[in-house]
């Protein structure tokens, strides 16, 4: 598994685009997922969270631009279109420690 932060993110965007429940196994064990004043820890908690929303809301996201990265972090806008015909807008900000998402967070615009 490659250790680039860009690279990841773009393996975790293709997984939601094609709605792959497997989307937590990108993440560490202890990871971080936050966002929307909430903070969820551990594998289990983030995998609920995405077999969740994957099944209730179809995330498809579409990047607006590059994933740009320095070191550890990448960061990415994106406009997620949603199953029920309405679109957020977003930036994604990844922290990835050996070749697995240490935390994600997301900062949404929703209009």
Do not use: C, W
């Not at 993110?9 to 685009?17: G, L, T």
């Amino acid at each position: 598994m490659s250790n680039d932060p860009a690279t990841i993110a773009h393996r975790y965007f293709e997984k939601m685009r094609t709605g792959d429940p497997t989307v937590a196994e990108l993440f560490h064990d202890d990871a971080q997922l936050i966002g929307l004043g909430t903070v969820r820890s551990g594998k289990s908690e983030i995998e609920s969270f995405y077999r969740e929303s994957i099944a209730n809301a179809g995330p498809s996201p579409t990047l607006q631009g590059d994933v740009l990265s320095s070191g550890n972090r990448a960061v990415a806008e994106i406009r997620i279109a949603l199953g029920d015909g309405s679109e957020v807008h977003a930036v994604d900000l990844f922290v990835v420690e050996e070749g697995r998402i240490r935390s994600l967070t997301y900062f949404i615009e929703e209009h």
